[in-house]
Structure formats: structure tokens, C-alpha cells
């Protein structure tokens, strides 16, 4: 164990036994791969490209497991198609329109990518193997999703974000439509049924992760190799800088932050539409298969919230935490509770001075409000510890471990007497 993650655990010492359970939650997934060598592959490779999405899939029943499983794959090829930056235009645009169609064709591969991604690819007939093994209403289901996003991904590939509207267009394609795919999926499993706005909150759903992604993603997509693929949408960055790649530099330091809290701000527009979506949901497995990663996605966002390290390395949540989401969501009143929880962390961190102070802090209490009249807030568990709680946990811990090896010498030294 490296000394930064020991030290980690020492402040959190309450993310000790969900970081065990989720490590065991890893193994169990690894040890649960079918034998169906198509499926094999999926699962397989699905571990590899994300080990949160697999682990919330494996929660699924088989037919349905088998389904999103697939269906994650196939829109994560297409994605791949779409952040190659190497693949010439004239190439890219043709793929991503015709995707939908390849799904069907046992032996159809393309070389792109890199790393596990690129082995997807290149043995992409593995998963048209899978998907053409599902039952037609999941194909058809999945079919239509893949045509509307890979239209929309070769649109974007020749027009650039200048709008907020066109952020929003483009997170749909990108993962709007993942949210009303996984509905569709979820209604031809016979376990859901609809409501009426489900096309509306099944959309927030992606584009709240989407945004999120987005913005904690700016440094790696920014320094994309050969060329970098930014959404950032111009009406807001263009209000700080010229260049999009000028928020790297530290001299604008300030005004990266108060973009980078612009666009958070944006993002938690969709909040309202993601606790009603999830609310929505009858069956458990389902219900925390997408409640989970919203969670990670507010934890996210407010820890990415005002902070400039967004712009200099890598944000993201610590183990613990997203393990302690992992073992804590089983109802609504949890999802209401973390978000409440996340909420109020973000709001610490508003700073008054800020452009956009009054919006988001207007934005939190709004979501705070929906989360105390809908959710049963006593006696339960915060997902944030606070400083002065960590403490008295560790040091509740520390002197149990010293209670246990001062009784364990007492005991050696009466046997030696």
C-alpha cells in the first residue's frame, strides 16, 4: 500500500470497511463471467474500460445485465470513433453515421483507439456476436440510440461549441441519449414502466454526467495528442479568455476558477430532473444501477467546484468515497441525503465574491429543498465527514487499537508469569 493512500485512510477511517466490501463487490464481478465466449469478451473487456459502470451492471438481472452490457460497449466504440483525433475526417464522419448498421455484421472491425479501447475495436465482432444474441425489442432499442448518437457525433465533429445551446445539443448526443437508451432498455425488460416526462428526466440523467465529465476532464482533453477535442462552449469561456487553452496558464488562474464555476453552475440545472428520474424507478437493482452514478457525479462537481487544481492535474473523488456511495445507496432517502450532503459541501465553497455567487447558491437551495421534503433525513449516515468528525472517528479507533494490544501484552506477560 502506498503511503499517500495509508494516510488517506487514516483521516477517513470510516471508508475502511466500504473500500473492503467494494473490493470484494470487484472480485465477485470478475468471478461472475459468463460462459458464452461473446459475452465473455464483454464482460471481460467491460472491466477493463470501466470498473465503476461494471460494477452497477453486474447488479442488473442476467437479461437485462446482458443488454446494458452490450449496449455500454457499442456507445463506447462509437465514442472511440469519435475521440481518435488521428482518424482523417473524410474517414471518421462515414463511420459514425454508419455505425448503427455495423452492429449488425459479425465481421466488421476498425482500427482506432488505443490500449483496451483498441482492442474493442479491432475485435469489435465479439459484441455485434452479443447484440445480434439479444432479444429484438433490446436490438431495436439499441439500434436507434446508436443511429441518433453517431449522427449527432459527426455533426459536432465539423462544427465547433459556440453556444450553450449547443453544449446542451451535444451532451445529448453524447449522453442524453444513453440516459433515454437505457429507459428504453429498462421498459423492454417488462421492470419498469415509464412515466409520462421520461424522455425529458432520462435526458437530464446524461447530460448532468456529461457536464460533469466535461469539466473535470479539461486538462486531459485539452492536451489530447494529436489534436485536443474540447465542448466547452465559447459563450461562456469566451467571456475570460481568447483561447480555450489560455485557462492552463497560471497568470489566469482566477479567471479559469470563475469560468470553471460558470459552467458548474450550468451543470446543476439538470439536478431536479435526475432525483426525479431516479425516483421513478421500481426495481432495486435498476434504481442503484443509476443512482450510483449520479451521487459520484455531485461528489464530483463539488469537488471540482472553485478549484483551480482542475486546470493543473487529475480531480477526482478519493476510493473511500465512492465506496462508501457504493455500500450506502439502497433508497431514495440515501440519493436525497447525498445530495444534500454534496450540496452543502459545495456551498462552502461558494465564493461571494464570485460572478456567479448568487446563481448557484440560489441553484443549491433549491436542490436542498427537494431533497428535505422529500427524503427522511434522521438517523442516517453522511456521506461528507467533516474534519472534527474524522477526527473523533480516528481517534475512537486509535485507542480501541491501543485498548487491544495493551489487553493482548497484558495477556503474554501473565503467561509468561
Known amino acids: 500500500m502506498k503511503m499517500g493512500s495509508l494516510s488517506t485512510i487514516l483521516r477517513h477511517p470510516d471508508e475502511i470497511y466500504p473500500l473492503l466490501k467494494l473490493k470484494n463487490a470487484i472480485t465477485k464481478a470478475q468471478n461472475q463471467i459468463p460462459l458464452d465466449p461473446h459475452l465473455a469478451f464483454c464482460y471481460s473487456l467491460l472491466q477493463k474500460v470501466s470498473k465503476s459502470f461494471s460494477l452497477v451492471i453486474h447488479q442488473l438481472g442476467p437479461e437485462l445485465r446482458n443488454a446494458v452490457c452490450v449496449f455500454y460497449l457499442i456507445l463506447r466504440a462509437l465514442d472511440t470513433v469519435e475521440d481518435d483525433t488521428s482518424i482523417p475526417m473524410e474517414i471518421k464522419v462515414p463511420v459514425l453515421i454508419d455505425f448503427h448498421r455495423h452492429i449488425f455484421d459479425r465481421d466488421w472491425h476498425f482500427s482506432c483507439g488505443t490500449k483496451d479501447y483498441k482492442v474493442l475495436m479491432e475485435q469489435f465482432r465479439y459484441v455485434s456476436a452479443a447484440f445480434l444474441e439479444l432479444e429484438k425489442g433490446y436490438q431495436d432499442a439499441i439500434e436507434d440510440i446508436t443511429k441518433r448518437m453517431g449522427a449527432g457525433m459527426a455533426k459536432f465533429i465539423c462544427n465547433e461549441v459556440e ?228 477526527k473523533t472517528i480516528f481517534m475512537g479507533m486509535l485507542v480501541l487499537l491501543l485498548a487491544i494490544l495493551f489487553f493482548a501484552s497484558f495477556i503474554k506477560q501473565t503467561n509468561v508469569m
Open 163 to 390: 453556444t450553450v445551446d449547443d453544449y446542451d445539443e451535444y451532451c445529448h448526443y453524447a449522453a442524453g441519449l444513453v440516459g433515454l437508451g437505457l429507459s428504453k432498455l429498462f421498459l423492454a425488460s417488462d421492470l419498469e414502466i415509464l412515466t409520462p416526462d421520461w424522455k425529458q428526466i432520462s435526458n437530464s440523467t446524461g447530460l448532468f454526467l456529461q457536464k460533469t465529465n466535461i469539466i473535470r476532464d479539461y486538462l486531459e482533453d485539452i492536451n489530447e495528442i494529436p489534436k485536443s477535442r474540447m465542448f466547452w462552449p465559447r459563450e461562456i469561456w469566451g467571456k475570460y479568455v481568447d483561447k480555450l487553452e489560455d485557462f492552463k496558464n497560471e497568470e489566469n488562474s482566477r479567471k479559469a476558477v470563475q469560468c470553471l464555476n460558470e459552467m458548474a453552475t450550468n451543470a446543476l440545472i439538470h439536478v431536479e430532473d435526475s432525483l426525479k428520474f431516479i425516483s421513478s424507478l421500481r426495481d432495486s437493482a435498476i434504481f442503484r444501477s443509476c443512482a450510483i452514478p449520479q451521487i459520484v457525479a455531485i461528489g464530483t462537481l463539488a469537488l471540482c467546484y472553485n478549484n483551480v487544481q482542475v486546470f493543473r492535474g487529475v480531480v477526482r473523488l478519493r476510493r473511500g468515497l465512492i465506496a462508501k456511495v457504493y455500500d450506502r445507496t439502497k433508497t431514495m432517502d440515501d440519493v436525497y441525503g447525498a445530495f444534500y450532503d454534496f450540496s452543502c459541501m459545495l456551498k462552502v465553497k461558494v465564493d461571494k465574491n464570485d460572478p456567479h455567487a448568487i446563481k448557484i447558491l440560489n441553484r443549491l437551495e433549491t436542490i436542498k429543498k427537494v431533497c428535505r421534503e422529500n427524503g427522511v433525513f434522521h438517523k442516517r449516515k453522511y456521506y461528507v465527514n467533516y474534519e472534527t468528525q474524522s
